[in-house]
C-alpha cells in the first residue's frame, strides 16, 4: 500500500493529548489545520521522551544564540479535537532543528512489523512511495515551547505513583514489590 504522508507546515494547533481514564489512557499527537485534523497513537513513554528531548534541544538552542527565548503562545488546555480517528501507531519519533526555516521539525513513522529494516530505508529515500505512513510537523520554537509545557501536564496528569517504588497508583492501590508484597494505597 503507498504510504501516506501528513504534513503541517506549520499545523494552527500541534498538541499531546489523551482520552481515556487515568491506568487505561491513550495517548495521541494531534495536528490541526484547518479543517484537516491528523490523529496519532503513541505510548506514553513515546510523549515523554519526546518533550525532555524538545526542551534539552530548545534549551540548547537558546544557549547558542540561535534562537531567542520566547514566551510560548497561550496556553492549551482545550481536549483533543474532535472526531479522534487513529491514522497509525507511532513507531518512531525524530526531532530536528531546520536551520534555513527556523522551525523545529517533528516526525512519527508508523510502526511496522520489520521496524530496523524500515528505518534504514527510510534514511536511504524517504521520498520513496513504499513504506511506513508519515506524520511531519514543522512548529516555530514558541509554538514548541508550548508543545512540551502541555506535554508534561498531559503525562503527569495520569495516575500518581506510588511512594515506595514508583510504579503508578491504581485507585484501590497496588502490591508493592518495595513493600515486601504489601498492599499500599
Known sequence: MPRRRFVFDPPERFVAGTTGDPGSRTFFLQAREGERVVSVVLEKVQ?????????????????????????????????????????????????????STDRVLVEARAQTEDAEEAEVEELEDDDSEDGPDLFRVRLTAPAARAFVERAVRVIASGRPPCPLCGQPLDPQGHICPRGNGHYVN
Open 47 to 99: 510523549v515523554a521522551v519526546l518533550a525532555d528531548r524538545l526542551n534539552q534541544l530548545l534549551d540548547e538552542l537558546e544557549r547558542r544564540g540561535i534562537t531567542e527565548p520566547e514566551p510560548p503562545p497561550p496556553s492549551d488546555a482545550e481536549p483533543l479535537d474532535e472526531p479522534i480517528v487513529e491514522a497509525f501507531r507511532a513507531g518512531t519519533l525524530t526531532l530536528g532543528w531546520d536551520g
